[in-house]
């Protein structure tokens, strides 16, 4: 069975910046398309930014260019990169890959608080 574990996640000012990582196992990764996913408190789950397994790469209408995701197939990784961090950034962000009519696997997920 699959398996996603994130890392990087913590405590910054607003303005700063964190680079989350997720790792994936029990899959062909380079199959999958991933996304990082956030749930802030009291909000429900929204959509960060989507890498698709083709190259497609979308984001949600909140980053407004300050995060950037990537992945590499050849270290099972997916990463986020985020810059100019603000208060509303806080929350819980979960790593997803998902391969339509097959798989979907989600990871446990990791604390980002930002600070004012």
């Known amino acids: 069975q699959g398996k996603l574990v994130e890392s990087g996640g913590g405590l910054v000012q607003s303005g700063g910046s964190l680079t989350l990582s997720c790792l994936a196992s029990?899959?062909?990764?380079?199959?999958?398309?991933a996304s990082w996913f956030r749930q802030g408190p009291g909000n429900q789950r929204e959509l960060v930014a989507t890498f698709r397994r083709g190259g497609y790469i979308n984001y949600g209408d909140f980053v407004k260019g300050r995060f950037t995701i990537s992945r590499d197939n050849g270290k099972n990784t997916v990463y986020l990169r985020m810059n100019d961090l603000k208060p509303e950034d806080t929350g819980v962000y979960f790593c997803n890959v998902r391969k339509p009519e097959a798989n979907e696997y989600w990871g446990q997920g990791t604390q980002v608080t930002v600070s004012s």
């Open positions: 029990g899959m062909r990764f380079s199959a999958y398309d």
